[in-house]
């Protein structure tokens, strides 16, 4: 159990500290999130009525556009120089890789999306009418519904042509729930008009269920040539 | 001479890609504690085989056998490096190490810094691995292949643009760890290089084993291809 | 079978030109929708359809993955006996017995549980090994095409009846359009995968669907108890004769489908036995090397060699 902890921790922060040394690309996905919310916010009349309605919606599709161009980057670096053989070739289980790879997203994920909720809270002139610390949790759990699915179709997208297209191709179908609950949730809590808790047990059902699938068929997707 | 019995067992393994097969039915064993070179033209199966016996591509039949297990079984015996240097351009060549290092269970920095400096490098250098010379990046490769001390070494096309002062300080090494009982496979192109070290040469051609000989010069020359 | 074909056929044309009579003559005009509703005897039957073959495809993909270790195979085995068990019982239990919705009776449950259970060992008894990979793309291919019927027909319907071609809260409409999008990603992955474990990484998709499925389901039937919404596909029980004629249509149905999955079942055994003909034949000749290597379909990550 050990050796699983000191792999997947030593894996994070090799991740963490190639993405920093690439600061390139890190600069890149921020400046497009500042460009996916600025569209929006041209698309999508700040100052209408229903903007309240609507912008939890808006902020999630903003995030899911935002995570997808993440996901596709963290697989690439382990395919240059075929890295990836390295791994497969060392007694390190699986599973270590996969839940190291998702934190390395979450937490990349996670810093656009802090990145992005100001931006969208000052365009939009948001106040929360419902209980505010309730966002915490939908953030969390929400943002770690569309990272280990993707990661793991990322995965399983290294096998395909068109990989980049694959990834979105296989993420949104299977994260329709998953967005409704967020997006719900967010509507709820901002509007204030009805209770989120059922859409948080829903995404935290949600989180448990495909984790446990993720992490249970993940050899099989590092395996397959 | 280490003779021991054989370690690795190839069993009519086949292998194809579609309607191709790269591996047609290799059945071979190969003792321990040798050096066995492979060589053959492009196309002639030695990347498929030696990924096969690394447990990197499954055969559609047959089977490989390293020391009595599946090659995933015995990954811990097992050191790989292929054309493709296997390493992270971003970080120096002691941060690549510690970092597979880590994923064998390899305390501390003392081994990481011993390989490196086998393979002729200096552990201190802080350059990026992606910036290094294609020769400098076949020895860290090599570095990292050998860090957990495997007993069986596969190394596909380890001399390729490497300049022949380093690339005859590998062979040189690589002679070294035979004597010390480790069994070694090279795919290369370059067979004169190995001529004083190697104990066996296989030549493969169209996916099958055409012939092993001790030495180079009793090898008839190749077919010409049709 | 082959020899049989051409006469199911022909009986399944005839089953299905009686359903169609049934549907547009037979079967009484409802009352409030007038004669529109008779799509309904597509619409349903389709659904129904589609929704047992994708049911098949993730029994078969549960079956592809566990066929890898015979430990896996007992293990799944067990797990499918004890959920055949559970299903048989729960629905007496009083507490469950409760929250099963109006006119579904606790028998009627506990029977297609034990039908669901015996489904998965037949598949495992009559597919054996790649068989049970060649079911998995029949049905899911076969699925879509019958889910794409339903998705059409839906909002045919919706129009003139409701004035309204889609409503986001129709719990029903919405979980086949989710059903609808991950099986066609499955056709995608299995078109786009270069791997040699195309399959496996299909099936692995076809369990993340299934799991996905009452998800979906649920997402919605709340989000709709929050956010009343016209409910397209109508409630409530039906005039026995509609049922009737609905039957009959799911029967044809059925047969039409069971006829195509056949036709297709065949076409991918034979084209898989070509293939292996062909890659045979490739292993016992000695063709030149470069001839080879041009008609090579190359795998992304590593060329031969």
């Known amino acids: 159990m050990n050796l699983f902890w000191s792999i997947m921790l030593a894996t994070l922060a090799k991740d963490i500290r190639l993405e920093w040394r690439s600061k390139d690309a890190l600069n890149a996905m921020l400046f497009f999130s500042l460009l996916v919310v600025v569209i929006f916010v041209f698309s999508f009349d700040p100052l209408a009525e229903e903007s309240r309605h609507i912008v939890g919606g808006l902020v999630w599709v903003a995030f899911l556009f935002a995570a997808v161009v993440a996901l596709n980057q963290t697989w690439a670096r382990e395919l240059r120089n075929q890295v990836l053989d390295a791994y497969r070739v060392s007694p390190a289980p699986a599973t270590a890789l996969f839940v190291a790879k998702v934190l390395g997203n979450f937490l990349f994920v996670s810093v656009l999306e802090a990145l992005m909720t100001p931006l969208f809270v000052i365009f939009y002139n948001l106040h929360v009418l419902g209980p505010a610390w309730q966002l915490i949790p939908v953030a969390l759990l929400g943002t770690w519904a569309l990272v280990v699915n993707g990661t793991f179709f990322a995965a399983m997208s290294l096998r395909t042509r068109s990989r980049e297209l694959m990834l979105p191709l296989l993420l949104f179908p299977v994260s329709i729930p998953a967005v409704l609950g967020m997006v719900a949730a967010t509507t709820s809590i901002l509007t204030g008009e009805n209770p989120a808790h059922f859409y948080i047990v829903l995404l935290l059902t949600y989180d448990v269920v495909f984790t446990t699938a993720c992490i249970g068929l993940f050899d099989t997707v590092l395996q397959a040539e | ?226 | 079978m082959k020899k049989a074909f051409p006469i199911l056929a022909g009986l399944t044309a005839i089953f299905l030109a009686y359903a169609f009579y049934q549907a547009m003559f037979v079967a009484p005009t409802d009352f409030a929708q007038g004669d529109v509703y008779r799509i309904i005897y597509y619409h349903v039957p389709s659904a129904w359809t589609a929704f047992l073959l994708f049911f098949i495809n993730f029994l078969a993909s549960v079956q592809y993955l566990a066929n890898a270790k015979p430990s896996w195979r007992r293990a799944v085995n067990w797990v499918v006996v004890l959920l055949g068990i559970v299903g048989f019982i729960a629905p007496f239990v009083p507490q469950v017995r409760a929250q099963l919705p109006t006119g579904m009776y606790p028998s009627s449950v506990a029977t297609t549980a034990l039908i669901l259970v015996g489904l998965y060992f037949l598949i495992a008894r009559f597919f054996p090994e790649q068989n049970v990979d060649l079911l998995a793309v029949t049905t899911a291919e076969v699925g879509v095409v019958f889910c794409t019927i339903v998705l059409i027909t839906g909002p045919i319907w919706a129009r003139p009846v409701w004035g309204i071609w889609w409503a986001p809260g129709d719990i029903r409409l919405t979980s086949t359009l989710v059903l609808w999008l991950i099986y066609v990603s499955y056709l995608v992955l299995r078109r786009f995968s270069d791997s040699a474990q195309t399959q496996k990484l299909a099936a692995v998709l076809a369990v993340f669907g299934a799991l996905d499925v009452p998800l979906v389901y649920f997402s919605i039937w709340f989000f709709r108890t929050q956010h009343p919404q016209p409910v397209i596909g109508g409630g409530g029980s039906m005039d026995p004769r509609m049922l009737h004629t609905l039957l009959i249509s799911w029967m044809a149905f059925l047969c039409f489908a069971y006829l195509i999955c056949w036709s297709r079942f065949q076409l991918e055994r034979l084209r898989r036995e070509v293939e292996e003909a062909e890659a045979l034949e490739s292993l016992l000749e000695t063709p030149s090397s470069s001839a080879q290597i041009s008609k090579a379909r190359v795998p992304l990550s590593r060329g031969p060699q």
């Open chain 2, 1 to 226: 001479m280490n003779l021991q019995p054989p370690v690795v067992k190839v069993e009519n393994v086949v292998k194809q890609f579609g309607r191709f097969a790269a591996l047609r039915g290799v059945t071979a064993e190969f003792e321990g504690g040798r050096f066995h070179v492979i060589l053959g033209d492009n196309g002639a199966g030695k990347t498929t085989l030696l990924r096969a016996l690394a447990g990197l591509a499954h055969p559609t039949r047959g089977a490989v056998s390293i020391l009595g297990k599946t090659p995933h079984e015995a990954c811990r015996d097992l050191g790989y490096m292929a054309h493709p240097s296997l390493l992270y351009d971003e970080m120096s060549g002691i941060e690549n190490l510690r970092y597979f290092a880590s994923l064998y269970d390899i305390p501390g920095d003392d081994r990481c810094r011993e390989v490196i400096r086998a393979v002729g490098l200096d552990p201190e250098l802080a350059r990026p691995v992606g910036k290094y010379s294609q020769g400098m990046r076949q020895r860290m490769s090599l570095a990292r292949a050998i860090l957990h001390d495997p007993k069986i070494l596969l190394l596909d096309e380890p001399f390729s643009n490497v300049d022949v002062h380093s690339a005859r300080e590998m062979v040189a090494l690589l002679a070294g760890m035979r004597d010390a009982g480790k069994t070694i496979f090279v795919v290369t192109h370059q067979a004169a290089l190995l001529e004083g070290a190697a104990d066996e040469f296989l030549w493969m051609e169209n996916g099958q084993i055409v012939d092993r000989t001790r030495d180079l010069s009793t090898h008839s020359t190749y077919p010409e291809p049709a």
